[in-house]
């Protein structure tokens, strides 16, 4: 399996435009979920989903953001208008758990910069 | 949501053994504990997890206190490969799955 695949590695924008961020997850698993890494505040959930149905979006920070899981093998996370305080690497993960066995699996990552 | 505690950095000679400890005072009797490391420029790995007894893989150890207050990652033997960006993560309990990471321990090689 090639892992989680994250689309664009790399993105520059200016602010005030729309920025798609796009995840494939691994065959078979059934929970995604969308980060975001800064070195002010770390790796933050944004928002994760169970069988295509977001669970808990009460980390996306505000209604900028939002984010699709159409079918099981795609998921996209938007932000609409972009703001430079949303550089940062945003990570898909997915997983399927059973019983205390958590794993996720990490993509990696998509940089985003926002001028 | 209880978090966890990690000293922000260490260092560690090639080849010798590394303790990395976090604190987990508030955890709960069924949420288990989860280290993922991340190397530079990647995403999170996986590493080991436990929930009472001691667990052992092909990456490391991990050694958890009796009162389950504090969980010890062990790396058996350090190399240059093993520099990262160690977090010590526990679930959220309740049959959720979310991983709530703190800032994670630094862990530097010096060879």
């Known amino acids: 399996d090639a892992g989680v695949i994250q689309s664009p590695r790399h993105e520059v924008t200016e602010m005030g435009q729309e920025v798609t961020l796009r995840c494939k997850p691994i065959s078979g698993h059934d929970y995604l979920f969308w980060y975001r890494q800064t070195m002010m505040r770390g790796l933050e959930l944004l928002i994760y989903f169970n069988n295509n149905v977001p669970i808990d979006d009460s980390g996306m920070p505000e209604d900028r953001f939002s984010a699709k899981m159409p079918n099981a093998s795609f998921s996209t996370l938007k932000i609409q208008p972009s703001e430079p305080r949303d550089s940062a690497v945003y990570f898909c993960?997915?997983?399927?758990?059973?019983?205390?066995?958590?794993?996720?699996?990490f993509g990696p990552g998509t940089r985003l910069t926002v001028l | 949501d209880a978090k966890t505690t990690q000293p922000n950095s260490m260092e560690s000679n090639e080849e010798e053994p590394v303790h990395l400890p976090c604190n987990h005072s508030t955890i709960s009797g069924t949420d288990y504990i989860h280290w993922y490391r991340q190397l530079p420029s990647q995403g999170p790995e996986y590493v080991i997890h436990?929930?009472?007894s001691n667990v052992n893989n092909r990456m490391a150890s991990l050694a958890i206190a009796e009162d389950r207050k504090s969980s010890t990652l062990i790396l058996h033997r350090a190399t240059l490969r093993d520099a990262a960006v160690y977090y010590c993560v526990k679930d959220s309990g309740a049959g959720s799955y979310q991983l709530t990471f703190g800032k994670g321990t630094k862990l530097s090689v010096i060879p």
């Open positions: 993960a997915s997983s399927f758990p059973t019983g205390g066995y958590n794993e996720q699996f």
């Open positions: 436990g929930l009472t």
